[in-house]
């Protein structure tokens, strides 16, 4: 593969024109880890575009983002939060992910600060005890952010299917091509078809540097 005419085409097609060295360097640890064992680039494609939604289109591991308003609690966590809650908790991460994450996923109570200890982290991020335990860093979360770690999680958890047991055999083979249902893989259908144009575009970059 010709890396600089996949970065030419996605930075275009994908970053506004402009990769920063942090941007450049997370694509480049995605590529490498492929190119040590190559698979069908349509799932390259859609990890890739995973990574670009799930880190806000920064190509790094990084920490969910829990600073909701009360409007903004109320519209990603209905279940969890009354309009009286929302209120209650508005801008304060650490108790919004002690409430939403409570008694699920693995986590305890919401006394028990499981949520906040296990909240959204890496490229993919993986939330809930049961993800950390699964990649042996329960005792030290922080490591979902490790570069190397989350490029692990990210191909593990996809490839095989250890965060909903989907995963990318089920949509991308001989016989299916589903950019939309493959947004299961990580999270129901959420933002599914826009992470499914953001695939298209990703492999169009990579057969651009073939």
């Not at 920490?63 to 209905?78: C, H, K």
């Amino acid at each position: 593969m010709d890396h600089a005419k996949f970065f030419a085409a996605a930075r275009s097609s994908l970053f506004s024109g402009r990769l920063s060295t942090n941007q450049v360097n997370g694509m480049e640890a995605i590529l490498d880890e492929w190119q040590a064992r190559p698979f069908d680039t349509r799932w390259l494609a859609y990890m890739l575009a995973t990574a670009y939604h799930e880190t806000d289109q920064t190509m790094c591991a990084i920490s969910e983002n829990l600073n909701y308003s009360a409007d903004g609690l109320r519209a990603t966590f209905p279940k969890y939060f009354t309009a009286t809650q929302a209120a209650a908790y508005a801008r304060q991460p650490q108790r919004i992910a002690n409430r939403a994450y409570a008694n699920r996923m693995g986590n305890g109570s919401e006394a028990s600060g499981d949520g906040w200890r296990y909240r959204g982290r890496g490229l993919v991020q993986i939330t809930g005890r049961n993800n950390y335990d699964r990649y042996g860093i329960a005792d030290d979360p922080d490591k979902a952010l490790d570069p190397v770690k989350a490029v692990e999680i990210l191909f593990d958890g996809m490839t095989n299917g250890r965060l909903t047991g989907k995963k990318l055999a089920d949509y991308f083979s001989a016989t299916a091509t589903d950019w939309i249902g493959a947004r299961k893989i990580i999270n129901g259908t959420d933002r599914a078809a826009d992470i499914a144009g953001y695939a298209k575009k990703f492999l169009a970059a990579l057969e651009a540097a073939r």
